[in-house]
């Protein structure tokens, strides 16, 4: 499976994003998938993650109520809407496939076995 995540930028705090993550190669539809993200100097943290046909979904505290994930399996494709930003959503955003098919929804980094590269968001105040 590869990912390419797209939509970052430079928004102003208080605006919004939407993130999108495009899967090609081995089909990541029947697979749960995450949002995760990395700031300078800190390590990767999860987001926000997503059932294989989209049914649950659950977020980190820090986001809850700003940010919505959701996906289009017939576009092979997941997206995370992030309104309210704040300065402290600056991070590199990067999206991942479950090594597990189905299951619970994954907030560790060790439950992930694809990754994406990675797309920039900067929240300025």
């Known amino acids: 499976v590869q990912l390419q995540a797209s939509g970052g930028g430079l928004v102003q705090a208080g605006g919004s994003l939407r993130l999108s993550c495009a899967a090609s190669?081995?089909?990541?539809?029947?697979?749960?998938m995450g949002w995760f993200r990395q700031a300078p100097g800190k390590e990767r943290e999860f987001v926000a993650a997503i059932s294989w046909k989209g049914g649950r979904t659950y977020y980190a505290d820090s986001v809850k109520g700003r940010f919505t994930i959701s996906r289009d399996n017939a576009k092979n494709t997941v997206y995370l809407q992030m309104n309210s930003l704040k300065p402290e959503d600056t991070a590199v955003y990067y999206c991942a496939v479950m090594r597990a098919p189905g299951g619970s929804l994954g907030t560790s980094t060790y439950e992930y076995d694809y990754w994406g590269q990675g797309t920039q968001v900067t929240v300025s105040s």
């Open positions: 190669g081995r089909t990541s539809s029947s697979r749960n």
